[in-house]
């Protein structure tokens, strides 16, 4: 009897270790990994995983806070390669597609208890322009504008290929910036959607065209992101398309490519809402990005010299400051 008495204890023992390994902090160089990262909203079901600009904690001095929807301990090598360029602490929580249909809780989970529990326990800017939102996919974007449009929670939002999920932010009361990677079509609407809000390029918002397999960092310029406002103002804009001449008798287009000039000298891409054409032999289709000849055009062939303010035989296109 007491050898199973035993037994069972042994067993008891190993459940209970067991258990408390499951719920554990991971230190490695650069970062630490929470397992099961406990939650009144959310149960302990997610990793949370603390990126440093730093090897260790504690910190030598205060920073800036990514939070970026979806990443963990497999981005590790992405991170220490991004925290060698700049320097802020990265929040990453291991959401998946289909958490993401929770969102007003993990909303709450992310302001009423992650951020609080970051800057109690880490060196951090807590005000609002010193934090950045930062989501990949459709369905993390939604929730990522929804915590951008809070009050007193974020500055930043960076969203890469969200989809049509850029018609859902809202700007937050404070000063926003916003940075938004993706297709032609998803950047078209982008501009469309943050020019319609009432932010500038440059000082408000920027853009970068991005592939499905991009890396969960390459949408996090944090350098645009913390720029000052004269230096992230729009100095110029240059353009090329693909071809010199379009038939205007044929069903061809030309492909137009815009880039910004920021006035600390960084290049995104630009999406003219609208585009005059004189005379009016070409329409613009933003989505597309493309140039295409309108029905019951004269004949003949316009030439096209890059679409900025060069005049080409009888074409001229201009790109006015959104």
């Given at each position: ?151 007193n929670l974020f500055g930043g939002l960076s969203l ?15 000063p926003a910036r916003v940075f938004v990677a993706g ?140």
């Amino acid at each position: 009897m007491k050898k199973i008495y035993l037994a069972l204890a042994c067993v008891f023992i190993a459940s209970l270790c067991s258990a408390q390994e499951d719920e554990r902090m991971i230190i490695n160089p650069g970062r630490e990994t929470f397992v099961h990262f406990p939650s009144a909203v959310l149960g302990n079901k997610y990793t949370m995983t603390v990126f440093l600009p730093e090897k260790s904690v504690p910190l030598s001095k205060y920073y800036p806070v990514v939070y970026l929807l979806g990443a963990g301990p497999k981005q590790a090598q992405e991170a220490q390669a991004f925290l060698e360029k700049y320097k802020a602490l990265v929040v990453g929580i291991n959401f998946e597609e289909a958490d993401y249909k929770k969102d007003n809780r993990i909303a709450e989970f992310i302001s009423r208890e992650l951020m609080p529990y970051i800057d109690t326990n880490y060196l951090t800017l807590t005000r609002p322009e010193n934090r950045v939102i930062a989501a990949r996919g459709k369905s993390a974007a939604i929730v990522a504008a929804e915590l951008f449009a809070k009050p007193n929670l974020f500055g930043g939002l960076s969203l890469a290929g969200a989809g049509d999920a850029v018609k859902n932010i809202q700007l937050p009361a404070g000063p926003a910036r916003v940075f938004v990677a993706g297709t032609q079509s998803e950047l078209a609407l982008a501009q469309q959607t943050l020019e319609a809000a009432g932010l500038s390029y440059g000082t408000g918002f920027a853009l970068a065209y991005a592939g499905r397999a991009a890396g969960w960092f390459n949408a996090l310029p944090l350098d645009y992101f913390f720029a000052p406002a004269d230096k992230a103002a729009l100095r110029r804009l240059s353009a090329k398309t693909d071809v010199s001449s379009l038939s205007l008798d044929s069903d061809e287009t030309a492909l137009l490519t815009v880039t910004a000039v920021l006035k600390n000298g960084r290049k995104f891409a630009y999406v003219p809402v609208s585009l005059r054409v004189s005379p009016p032999y070409l329409d613009w289709d933003a989505s597309r990005g493309a140039l295409s000849v309108l029905p019951g055009a004269e004949a003949g062939t316009v030439q096209i010299r890059g679409g900025v303010d060069k005049t080409a035989f009888r074409t001229k296109i201009k790109l006015k400051k959104q």
